[in-house]
Structures are given as structure tokens and as C-alpha cells.
């Protein structure tokens, strides 16, 4: 990767985490910094409006009190920045490359603006915590490069120190009022260093987790070789259907003509390259028309629908025929064709009269072996209506 790309230490890289994770974790931390912003933001200004009002009722009442008039620069330019900020934090709220870019600009000022308004409290003989203040709590809330972090906090620390020196204080003045803001400055550089590398491997941590699970969850409930439904995923969707659907339920049957001749022939990692290529036809052919497939067992494959009519069904099952056909997978030693060819058994069932679901797969595999009984590469079909006998036909391929 790029090294300016790099946006942790080094010591944050692993060549087993993906740059788009990286990248991602640094969004969520723009995200995340949105608020903590906002709050201090909005505080600041609150408080800086306050001490303006103040400062200039004591310029009328109070006659002979000593007045800084730098200060009244320090409350009015914090406020013109504290409200430029949040416009546009708010502007970049959905853009979190500029968003972070903001708060990165947002933490230094606030930092060079705190270290000025400190060092004019001690160069006036007042006791001041602003920049050690902000300082702690910028570092526990923001979550940003840590580097550069870092150096916001070495500048603002510099800009401090630099105002006590040209002061020229006295040297037990100078030394105190420096020496504590620097002992609090590493100790938020180092809060800031191990604080975000913990932050950082806990969300790794977390979404390594979280591929896992989806891993897992998408392996329980899809067939590990072709990436379709397995049986279990199937049979559920079957009874979802089953509950939901208006008219009728459609059970559609799939055998692979003579597969185990084919993995003979061929060798079983053709015989899962087929596979693969016959369940991708046939998840397709079911999103077209709304339904789903699922791997019943071996070569047989289930594909379910609700409420199609028999002329929809049947039209249905030719298109799919035809897709097989295009497919053009040779098998030489097959019977006729010289291709990979497929048998169906269909299942229309009505669902008046609470259906069985065990019925309907058993109607869907007796009309499968039934089109196989009759020469394969073809389907029959059945259907039931109401508490009525199943009716049948069958249809062969050319």
C-alpha cells in the first residue's frame, strides 16, 4: 500500500486485515466524532457568548476593574470558528473524508486556541486549566490518526510554551506553569497511542467476527459447491410459502439424467463443474418467475412457486428446458442427445383444504420418477384441486 495512504502507525498493519476495513474503520471513527464535536463545539460557544455579555456589562458597571482586552478577541474569534465548525460538520455529516477532515481542522484550532487563551491567563496572573482540560478530553473522545493527533497536541503545547517564555515570567513561574501542561501532554499522547490501537483491533476483532458469523449462517442454509438453498433452507421456504401464498403452491422436481454415468465417465470434478453450472441455470430460471431452488440431494434439485396457474407452469417448464439445452454440456455416452439433459416432476397443488407438505413433495417425485420411467430428458406434471385426486400428463423434450 501507498505510504501516504497509510493512516495508522505501522504497528497497526497486518497484511491479513484488508485495506477496505482499514478504510472502513476510519469512516465509522468519522462518524463516531460527529457528536463529541458538536457537544464541545456548542458549549464553547455558549460559553464564549456568556463571557462576552459579561465582559462588556463589567466595561459599564464595573469602573475600576482591570480589563484584558485580548480576551475579548479570544471569545469572539472562538465563536466565529465554533459556529464555522459545526456548519460544516453538518454540510460533510454524510462525507466522512471531509467530515474527518473537519474535526482533524477542528482540533487543532481548538487546541491552538485553548493554549493562547492559557498562556494569556498565567502571563496576567490568573490560574488557568483551559488547554490541560481540553486537552485530556480531546484525547479520550476523538477518535482520529493517532499521529496525527499527536502532533496537534505537540503544536498547541509549543504554541503555550512558546507565549509563557516570551512573557519572560519568573523562572519558578515559568518552570511551573510549563512543566504540568507538558507531564499532561504525554500522558495524552500515550491515552491517544494505546487507546487507538485497543479501539482498533477491538473493531477488527469485531468484524472478523461478524464475517464468521455470516460465513456460518450463509453455509447452514446454502449448499457448500453450488451456493444454492440446501434442503434445509428449501423445505423452510417451503413453509413460509405455504402460509403465505393465495392460490395455489407449485413443486417442481429436478433429476439430472444419468449423473452417476456422467461422474463415471467424466470424473467427479466434472461432475461438480456440472453441477455448478445446472443449479446457476436453475437459480436463475426461479428468480425470473419469483421462486427459489434449493439442492434436494445429490443431482435433484427442488424449485418452488405460488400461485401460478397450469398454463404459466408449463410454459415455465419448457423455458427451462431450453435453458438446459443451451447450456451444451457434453455427455457422450448419453442416450440420444450426446448432452447433459434433465427430467422434472411437477406439482401443482390448490391450497384449499390445508395442504400437506409432504403430500405435495411426494406428488412431485412420483411425477419425476414417472418422467423418467418414460425415457428421462422430459417432465410430467400433476395437479390437485380442493380434496380432489391427483390428475397428471407429461411432456417430452426434443
Same mark, same amino acid.
Given at each position: 500500500?501507498?505510504?501516504?495512504?497509510?493512516?495508522?502507525?505501522? =504497528?497497526?498493519?497486518?497484511?491479513?486485515?484488508?485495506?477496505?476495513? @482499514? @478504510?472502513?474503520?476510519? %469512516?465509522?471513527?468519522?462518524?463516531?466524532?460527529?457528536?463529541?464535536?458538536?457537544?464541545?463545539? *456548542?458549549?464553547?460557544?455558549?460559553?464564549?457568548?456568556?463571557?462576552?455579555? &459579561?465582559?462588556?456589562?463589567?466595561?459599564?458597571?464595573? #469602573?475600576?476593574?482591570?480589563?484584558?482586552?485580548?480576551?475579548?478577541?479570544?471569545?469572539?474569534?472562538?465563536?466565529?470558528?465554533?459556529? /464555522?465548525?459545526?456548519?460544516?460538520?453538518? !454540510?460533510?455529516?454524510?462525507?466522512? $473524508?471531509?467530515?474527518?477532515?473537519?474535526?482533524?481542522?477542528?482540533?487543532?484550532?481548538?487546541?491552538?486556541? +485553548?493554549?493562547?487563551? +492559557?498562556?494569556?491567563?498565567?502571563?496576567?496572573?490568573?490560574? +488557568?486549566?483551559?488547554?490541560?482540560?481540553?486537552?485530556?478530553?480531546?484525547?479520550?473522545?476523538?477518535?482520529?490518526?493517532? !499521529?496525527?493527533?499527536?502532533?496537534?497536541?505537540?503544536?498547541?503545547?509549543?504554541?503555550?510554551?512558546?507565549?509563557?517564555? =516570551?512573557?519572560?515570567?519568573?523562572?519558578?513561574?515559568?518552570?511551573?506553569?510549563?512543566?504540568?501542561?507538558?507531564?499532561?501532554?504525554?500522558?495524552?499522547?500515550?491515552?491517544?497511542?494505546?487507546?487507538?490501537?485497543?479501539?482498533?483491533?477491538?473493531?477488527?476483532?469485531?468484524?472478523?467476527?461478524?464475517?464468521?458469523? #455470516?460465513?456460518?449462517?450463509?453455509?447452514?442454509?446454502?449448499?457448500?459447491? *453450488?451456493?444454492? +438453498?440446501?434442503?434445509?433452507?428449501?423445505?423452510?421456504?417451503?413453509?413460509?410459502?405455504?402460509?403465505?401464498? $393465495?392460490?395455489?403452491?407449485?413443486?417442481?422436481?429436478?433429476?439430472?439424467?444419468?449423473?452417476?454415468?456422467?461422474?463415471?465417465?467424466?470424473?467427479?470434478?466434472?461432475? $461438480?463443474? /456440472?453441477? !455448478?453450472?445446472?443449479?446457476?441455470?436453475?437459480?436463475?430460471?426461479?428468480? @425470473?418467475?419469483?421462486?427459489?431452488?434449493?439442492?434436494?440431494?445429490?443431482?435433484?434439485?427442488?424449485?418452488?412457486?405460488?400461485?401460478?396457474?397450469?398454463?404459466?407452469?408449463?410454459?415455465?417448464?419448457?423455458?427451462?428446458?431450453?435453458?438446459?439445452?443451451?447450456?451444451?454440456?457434453?455427455?457422450?455416452?448419453?442416450?440420444?442427445?450426446?448432452?447433459? *439433459?434433465?427430467?422434472?416432476?411437477?406439482? !401443482?397443488?390448490?391450497? &384449499?383444504?390445508?395442504?400437506?407438505?409432504?403430500?405435495?413433495?411426494?406428488?412431485? %417425485?412420483?411425477?419425476?420418477? #414417472?418422467?423418467?420411467?418414460?425415457?428421462?430428458? @422430459?417432465?410430467?406434471?400433476?395437479?390437485?384441486?380442493?380434496?380432489?385426486?391427483?390428475?397428471?400428463?407429461?411432456?417430452?423434450?426434443?
Amino acid at each position: 500500500m501507498n505510504k501516504k495512504m497509510i493512516l495508522l502507525p505501522q =504497528w497497526f498493519q497486518t497484511e491479513k486485515i484488508p485495506s477496505d476495513m @482499514r @478504510r472502513a474503520y476510519m %469512516d465509522k471513527c468519522a462518524f463516531d466524532n460527529e457528536i463529541p464535536a458538536l457537544v464541545i463545539l *456548542t458549549m464553547i460557544l455558549a460559553m464564549e457568548s456568556m463571557m462576552v455579555i &459579561i465582559y462588556c456589562l463589567n466595561l459599564f458597571f464595573v #469602573k475600576k476593574g482591570r480589563f484584558f482586552p485580548q480576551y475579548i478577541y479570544l471569545y469572539v474569534s472562538m465563536m466565529i470558528f465554533s459556529l /464555522c465548525f459545526i456548519i460544516l460538520i453538518k !454540510i460533510f455529516e454524510n462525507v466522512p $473524508d471531509n467530515l474527518m477532515m473537519v474535526e482533524i481542522t477542528m482540533l487543532l484550532t481548538v487546541g491552538v486556541w +485553548s493554549a493562547i487563551f +492559557s498562556a494569556c491567563d498565567v502571563i496576567n496572573g490568573f490560574s +488557568s486549566y483551559l488547554f490541560i482540560q481540553l486537552l485530556i478530553i480531546n484525547s479520550l473522545l476523538f477518535k482520529v490518526n493517532p !499521529i496525527k493527533h499527536c502532533l496537534i497536541n505537540a503544536v498547541s503545547f509549543l504554541v503555550y510554551t512558546a507565549l509563557i517564555l =516570551w512573557a519572560r515570567l519568573t523562572v519558578t513561574i515559568t518552570f511551573a506553569e510549563v512543566v504540568n501542561p507538558f507531564f499532561m501532554l504525554v500522558t495524552a499522547e500515550v491515552m491517544i497511542i494505546f487507546r487507538s490501537r485497543t479501539k482498533y483491533q477491538d473493531y477488527i476483532n469485531q468484524k472478523l467476527i461478524d464475517e464468521q458469523h #455470516k460465513k456460518l449462517e450463509f453455509y447452514a442454509n446454502n449448499d457448500f459447491l *453450488t451456493k444454492i +438453498s440446501n434442503r434445509k433452507s428449501i423445505i423452510e421456504y417451503m413453509d413460509d410459502i405455504m402460509e403465505k401464498c $393465495d392460490h395455489s403452491i407449485i413443486c417442481m422436481m429436478i433429476d439430472i439424467d444419468r449423473f452417476k454415468l456422467y461422474n463415471d465417465t467424466y470424473g467427479h470434478i466434472m461432475g $461438480d463443474k /456440472c453441477l !455448478i453450472k445446472m443449479s446457476a441455470a436453475f437459480d436463475r430460471f426461479a428468480g @425470473r418467475h419469483g421462486g427459489r431452488v434449493g439442492r434436494y440431494g445429490g443431482e435433484e434439485f427442488l424449485i418452488l412457486f405460488a400461485d401460478m396457474d397450469e398454463e404459466a407452469v408449463t410454459a415455465a417448464a419448457n423455458e427451462l428446458i431450453e435453458m438446459i439445452r443451451e447450456l451444451n454440456i457434453e455427455f457422450s455416452t448419453a442416450e440420444g442427445c450426446g448432452r447433459v *439433459t434433465i427430467s422434472s416432476g411437477i406439482h !401443482i397443488q390448490d391450497k &384449499i383444504g390445508n395442504p400437506d407438505k409432504d403430500a405435495i413433495l411426494t406428488a412431485a %417425485d412420483n411425477a419425476l420418477y #414417472k418422467a423418467k420411467n418414460q425415457g428421462r430428458n @422430459r417432465m410430467a406434471a400433476s395437479w390437485q384441486k380442493g380434496g380432489g385426486n391427483a390428475a397428471g400428463r407429461g411432456g417430452e423434450t426434443e
